[in-house]
């Protein structure tokens, strides 16, 4: 059984930081890509970065390149996401997903948490 769970989300104020976590469990040798993704109120679930299992290979979405920093530790099963210069634009509820070695769909995601940035 595969879980995902996020947490170190909260209200933060424009231009402050926060960093997500997502702890993951069971089958985690499978797991090849592991990614973030938020969903606004009334929005579409969009993509936000990710990051291969090595960590050699990251992507970022436009809207953060620049302010977010994903990263993995495969010996805490654990990706992090590092968000700085927050904007009221970023609030959200933040996923964690991660897909399987061979695949290109996310076969598994978290609960998620939310990140509420105030103007």
């Known amino acids: 059984q595969v879980q995902l769970v996020e947490s170190g989300g909260g209200l933060v104020q424009a231009g402050g930081s926060l960093r997500l976590s997502c702890a993951a469990s069971?089958?985690?040798?499978?797991?090849?890509?592991m990614g973030w993704f938020r969903q606004a109120p009334g929005k579409e679930r969009e993509f936000v970065a990710h990051?291969?299992?090595?960590?050699?290979?990251?992507a970022y979405a436009d809207s953060v390149k620049g302010r977010f920093i994903i990263s993995r530790d495969n010996a805490k099963n654990t990706v992090y996401l590092e968000m700085n210069s927050l904007k009221p634009e970023d609030t959200a509820v933040y996923y964690c997903?991660?897909?399987?070695?061979?695949?290109?769909?996310?076969?598994?995601w978290g609960q998620g948490t939310q990140v509420t940035v105030s103007s």
């Open positions: 990051i291969t299992r090595s960590g050699v290979n990251l």
């Open positions: 069971g089958r985690t040798d499978s797991f090849s890509t």
């Open positions: 997903a991660a897909r399987i070695v061979g695949t290109v769909e996310y076969q598994y």
